[in-house]
């Protein structure tokens, strides 16, 4: 009775019992409500394995009849058809009882998830229709980027050929803006794979010294235009093990952050020195922050 009181308490949830060959001796009241059928139904030998979803059958009867066997609790998510051929997600817990000179039996509670299915499935199409949005709009921005660079670079050699300075410098402008655009659609990109657990990292020998003398090279033309002194150091020779393009993001980003808060005239540092088996990278400004 107190078993009885305990499952029949809880919503969207069946407890129930079966003997070795999984045919029930107790169902509660919530499972014909739950999957329309009548008690008498429930108590069918093969009721297990008429109504579960054949993609599951042979799974959860292998977790059920493992439970009896050896006494212990088990758990799976499955599905099973409702009487009127509604697909009904339920996580079921079963716990084996079986002790000398009594019967085995397999005590359950099945709780009905079908809601949480369904908002997983929703939210796993809505990731899905993201991701492709994102392609698309990342490759209908880099065409028209792709264009802007190239005649940039045009404007560049014919500024240089005709040495009209103030020409060269705007054309220098539109190339770092477009380098800058295509950076930004980039970490667009790694962001929805960070989001989906599917960014790849490669791991490569880099000279530390390499690495940063080309991070500041990138950001030197931007430092110039607003006066700020642009250094870098590195203590030593140092051999990196990790992902160039990932860290040229990564350092891209701090020093963009450190030119675009610190005042005219200003400075940004940035050093690369051993500690233990890692290397620390400082970046360092004379802004506000």
Same mark, same amino acid.
């Given at each position: 009775? @107190?078993?009885?009181?305990?499952?029949?308490?809880? /919503?969207?949830?069946?407890?129930?019992?079966?003997?070795?060959?999984?045919?029930?001796?107790?169902?509660?009241?919530?499972? *014909?409500?739950?999957?329309?059928?009548?008690?008498?139904?429930?108590?069918?030998?093969?009721?297990?394995?008429?109504? #579960? $979803?054949?993609? /599951?059958?042979?799974?959860?009867?292998?977790?059920?009849?493992?439970?009896? =066997?050896?006494?212990?609790?088990?758990?799976?998510?499955?599905?099973?058809?409702?009487? /009127?051929?509604?697909?009904?997600?339920?996580?079921?817990?079963?716990?084996?009882?079986?002790? *000398?000179?009594?019967? =085995? &039996?397999? $005590?359950?509670?099945?709780?009905?998830?079908?809601? !949480?299915? @369904?908002?997983?499935?929703?939210?796993? $199409?809505?990731? $899905?229709?993201?991701?492709?949005?994102?392609?698309?709009?990342?490759?209908?921005?880099?065409?028209?980027?792709?264009?802007?660079?190239?005649?940039?670079? #045009?404007?560049?050699?014919?500024?240089?050929?005709?040495?009209?300075?103030?020409?060269?410098?705007?054309?220098?402008?539109?190339? @770092?803006?477009?380098?800058?655009?295509?950076?930004?659609?980039?970490? #667009?990109?790694?962001?929805?794979?960070?989001?989906? &657990?599917?960014?790849?990292?490669?791991?490569?020998?880099?000279?530390?010294?390499?690495?940063?003398?080309?991070?500041?090279?990138?950001?030197?033309?931007?430092?110039? &235009?607003?006066?700020?002194?642009?250094?870098?150091?590195?203590? &030593?020779?140092?051999?990196?093990?990790?992902?160039?393009? @990932?860290?040229?993001?990564?350092?891209?980003?701090? !020093?963009?952050?450190?030119?675009?808060?610190?005042?005219?005239?200003?400075?940004?540092?940035?050093?690369?020195?051993?500690?233990?088996?890692?290397?620390?990278?400082?970046?360092?400004?004379?802004?506000?922050?």
């Amino acid at each position: 009775r @107190r078993y009885r009181k305990l499952v029949e308490a809880i /919503d969207h949830a069946t407890g129930w019992t079966t003997d070795d060959t999984l045919r029930f001796s107790f169902v509660s009241q919530q499972a *014909p409500s739950i999957l329309g059928y009548s008690m008498q139904q429930f108590l069918e030998p093969s009721f297990w394995s008429d109504h #579960l $979803h054949p993609e /599951d059958r042979e799974a959860v009867l292998a977790v059920f009849h493992r439970a009896v =066997a050896d006494g212990i609790v088990l758990g799976a998510d499955h599905r099973l058809f409702a009487s /009127d051929g509604r697909t009904v997600w339920f996580h079921t817990a079963v716990s084996g009882d079986s002790t *000398p000179d009594v019967p =085995a &039996e397999l $005590h359950g509670i099945s709780v009905d998830i079908s809601d !949480l299915k @369904r908002a997983e499935v929703e939210a796993q $199409h809505a990731t $899905h229709v993201r991701e492709q949005l994102l392609a698309i709009v990342a490759h209908d921005l880099r065409n028209p980027l792709s264009s802007i660079r190239t005649s940039g670079e #045009l404007l560049a050699r014919i500024a240089a050929s005709t040495r009209d300075q103030r020409a060269e410098k705007t054309a220098q402008t539109i190339i @770092r803006s477009a380098e800058r655009m295509d950076r930004l659609i980039k970490d #667009l990109l790694d962001f929805a794979l960070i989001e989906a &657990e599917r960014l790849n990292i490669e791991h490569v020998a880099i000279h530390a010294e390499e690495l940063l003398h080309e991070s500041l090279e990138l950001f030197k033309p931007f430092a110039e &235009e607003k006066g700020i002194q642009l250094a870098g150091h590195a203590s &030593e020779a140092l051999q990196l093990d990790g992902d160039r393009d @990932r860290l040229l993001q990564i350092l891209s980003n701090l !020093l963009g952050n450190a030119i675009k808060f610190t005042p005219q005239g200003g400075s940004v540092a940035m050093q690369n020195e051993r500690s233990g088996n890692e290397a620390t990278v400082a970046i360092s400004d004379s802004g506000p922050g």
